[in-house]
């Protein structure tokens, strides 16, 4: 069988242009339309022909690049700028630019305010598509690497102690210098000291602001490389990370809202996530979905409160234990008196309130009555008798409790893994994005944002029936998105 062979030498008649490159149903085609049919304005990045002044390279060009990029998992500018030079898609995509790595890095870091917006812009874009209902949101989070090693997290009292060591540092070095210059001005030996001295005063300043920062934090440890991380445990271990928090809509699974944290534990974070991506449907969900990292009783209810549904379970709930015979539920609060009676009628009394812990306790009211008992050793084992707690708010915990047996809740927490983990199976494996390249939080929740975009396209793609189908739903309603 003969063989077929290419020839580079082969000359055309008629070069082609980029344009013929690039097939009608090509990917690339509807990230471009995406991208043109964003607001700028909405996203704070000014688009202005007219400018004076020397040329920049066009803001829509760069931000189609760095989404682009992104979605196949190209997010080095360096990487970047050789994509526009040898891929035939990042060519077409940017008409034949060739910004260079510094450009690349230096848009992204000067734009990343407007980077966090882009996220909101796509789901607007989403629910004028009728893509995202907005009934039912579910929300979860991840735990993503920082740009920053382990070992460079350390206490307030290891930086002020390196503090006084750039300070003694600092004043030798002054002192030689000032010698050096009375004695051999302009020798060699002088310069390397002044060019130490601009270091060592450097370091000083950026360890001035991280002492500032515990006490405006109030962290005990703080790393040295980006003061917004924190050392988070994960499936891999222990490493200086984000705490990434997703909010998705459950009719086609795409992501509303994204945000990255520092906060280690989903504890504090439903109250805040539902709604911030509310404020993006400009409107509130019916019911919101969390797994039991999200229990905390005081941010259920503050959703609860906006007569939103909370589908939320105990932790008691999520471990799937048998309950024991004799637990709290086997006892009667008596709400006028504020006190527990046990299965056989006596009384266990309001000892002490836990701020705290935003509970109240109470113990049986003769230790004897409970060594006596039958059930003793089986409902209790300590000498001093029955003891318990009950939350301040324990009568919004049982509602939830039964709230979430429901068989319509069930059927909703059912759904929530194949909607809010999937995006991020789909933004760590097929985008490759186990850590994050910048720095600080706010870079952070930039490139967090871009993440959650890509995903969102790869699904817009696929529920606009194809690359052709979602170009021409955007060019629909062009005076709208």
């Given at each position: 069988m003969a063989?077929?062979?290419?020839?580079?030498?082969?000359?055309?008649?008629?070069?082609?242009?980029?344009?013929?490159?690039?097939?009608?149903?090509?990917?690339?085609?509807?990230?471009?339309?995406?991208?043109?049919?964003?607001?700028?304005?909405?996203?704070?990045?000014?688009?202005?022909?007219?400018?004076?002044?020397?040329?920049?390279?066009?803001?829509?060009?760069?931000?189609?690049?760095?989404?682009?990029?992104?979605?196949?998992?190209?997010?080095?500018?360096?990487?970047?700028?050789?994509?526009?030079?040898?891929?035939?898609s990042f060519i077409w995509l940017v008409g034949g630019l060739k910004p260079d790595h510094k450009t690349i890095a230096e848009f992204r870091r000067r734009n990343r305010g407007a980077l966090k917006k882009v996220l909101r812009e796509c789901a607007r874009m989403c629910i004028k598509?009728?893509?995202?209902?907005?009934?039912?949101?579910?929300?979860?989070?991840?735990?993503?690497?920082?740009?920053?090693?382990?070992?460079?997290?350390?206490?307030?009292?290891?930086?002020?102690?390196?503090?006084?060591?750039?300070?003694?540092?600092?004043e030798e070095l002054l002192g030689e210098c000032e010698a050096i210059d009375r004695e051999e001005e302009g020798q060699d030996s002088c310069i390397r000291m002044r060019e130490e001295l601009a270091e060592k005063k450097r370091l000083q300043g950026k360890i001035e602001e991280i002492v500032k920062e515990f006490e405006t934090l109030g962290s005990k440890r703080l790393n040295q490389t980006d003061p917004d991380c924190a050392v988070m445990k994960g499936s891999q271990g222990s490493h200086a990370s984000y705490n990434v928090q997703s909010v998705v809509d459950d009719g086609n699974g795409l992501i509303v809202h994204a945000d990255a944290v520092k906060d280690a534990t989903d504890d504090n974070q439903f109250a805040h996530q539902i709604d911030q991506a509310n404020e993006v449907l400009e409107d509130r969900?019916?019911?919101?979905?969390?797994?039991?990292?999200?229990?905390?009783?005081?941010?259920?209810?503050?959703?609860?409160?906006?007569?939103?549904?909370?589908?939320?379970?105990?932790?008691?709930?999520?471990?799937?234990?048998?309950?024991?015979?004799?637990?709290?539920?086997?006892?009667?609060?008596?709400?006028?008196?504020?006190?527990?009676?046990c299965p056989q009628g006596h009384r266990l009394e309001y000892v002490a309130r836990e701020k705290s812990k935003r509970r109240k306790r109470y113990r049986i009211v003769e230790r004897s009555l409970c060594l006596n008992c039958g059930h003793f050793g089986q409902c209790t084992t300590d000498i001093r008798g029955r003891r318990m707690t009950r939350l301040f708010r324990e009568e919004l915990r049982e509602k939830l409790e039964a709230q979430y047996e429901e068989t319509a809740s069930q059927m909703i927490y059912k759904r929530r893994k194949t909607r809010v983990e999937h995006p991020f199976g789909?933004?760590?494996?097929?985008?490759?994005?186990?850590?994050?390249?910048?720095?600080?939080?706010e870079g952070v929740q930039a490139e967090t944002s871009l993440l959650a975009t890509c995903y969102n396209i790869v699904r817009m793609i696929?529920?606009?029936?194809?690359?052709?189908?979602?170009i021409q739903r955007l060019m629909m309603k062009p005076a709208t998105i």
């Open positions: 063989y077929r062979y290419g020839n580079r030498q082969q000359m055309e008649l008629l070069p082609q242009s980029i344009e013929e490159y690039v097939a009608k149903d090509d990917p690339v085609r509807a990230y471009d339309a995406f991208i043109d049919a964003l607001d700028f304005n909405a996203l704070g990045i000014e688009l202005n022909p007219h400018k004076v002044g020397n040329a920049e390279y066009n803001p829509k060009a760069m931000l189609k690049l760095l989404i682009y990029g992104y979605s196949y998992g190209i997010r080095s500018s360096r990487k970047l700028e050789r994509a526009t030079y040898h891929n035939v598509l009728d893509l995202i209902m907005g009934n039912v949101l579910f929300v979860d989070g991840t735990k993503l690497r920082a740009n920053a090693a382990r070992k460079k997290s350390h206490t307030k009292e290891w930086y002020e102690q390196q503090l006084s060591k750039v300070g003694q540092r600092i969900c019916t019911v919101a979905c969390g797994d039991a990292g999200y229990a905390d009783i005081e941010e259920l209810e503050k959703i609860d409160a906006q007569g939103i549904k909370v589908v939320v379970p105990s932790r008691r709930q999520a471990s799937h234990k048998p309950e024991k015979p004799l637990s709290k539920r086997a006892f009667r609060y008596d709400e006028e008196r504020d006190c527990y009676y789909h933004i760590k494996r097929n985008l490759k994005a186990d850590a994050f390249m910048l720095r600080g939080r696929t529920l606009c029936g194809g690359v052709t189908g979602l």
